[in-house]
Nanobody, 127 residues
Framework: QVQLVESGGGLVQAGGSLRLSCTAS????????MGWFRQTPGKEREFVAA????????YYADSVKGRLTISRDNAENTVYLQMNSLKPEDTAVYFC????????????????????WGQGTQVTVSS
């Protein structure tokens, strides 16, 4: 049974930092492109960032470039999202997700192409 478990969310002031973690089990972690998405009430889940299977390539939504950094540790079956210079508009529930194989590789941004999802962790940025 595949499980993705996020942690690290919380309340932070604008300009602050958080580090999200997502640990996987029940899957061959290094075989999956890993992504982070976020969602606010009444809106669709949106792509944030993705990292390739070996961690060598990353891809970001324009809204987070230069502020958020995705990385992974295949030995620990964990993907991270370092969030710096946070803004109130970053407030959302953040989800990690795993995509087994897609032609777009690290540029896999559509939710339908991800096979497994975590339960989400809340990030709240106060102004």
């Amino acid at each position: 049974q595949v499980q993705l478990v996020e942690s690290g969310g919380g309340l932070v002031q604008a300009g602050g930092s958080l580090r999200l973690s997502c640990t996987a089990s029940g899957m061959t972690f290094s075989s999956y492109t890993m992504g982070w998405f976020r969602q606010t009430p009444g809106k669709e889940r949106e792509f944030v960032a993705a990292v390739s299977r070996n961690g060598g390539s990353t891809y970001y939504a324009d809204s987070v470039k230069g502020r958020l950094t995705i990385s992974r540790d295949n030995a620990e079956n964990t993907v991270y999202l370092q969030m710096n210079s946070l803004k109130p508009e970053d407030t959302a529930v953040y989800f990690c997700a795993a995509a087994y194989f897609t032609r777009a590789g690290v540029k896999t941004t559509a939710t339908r192409n991800y096979n497994y999802w975590g339960q989400g962790t809340q990030v709240t940025v106060s102004s």
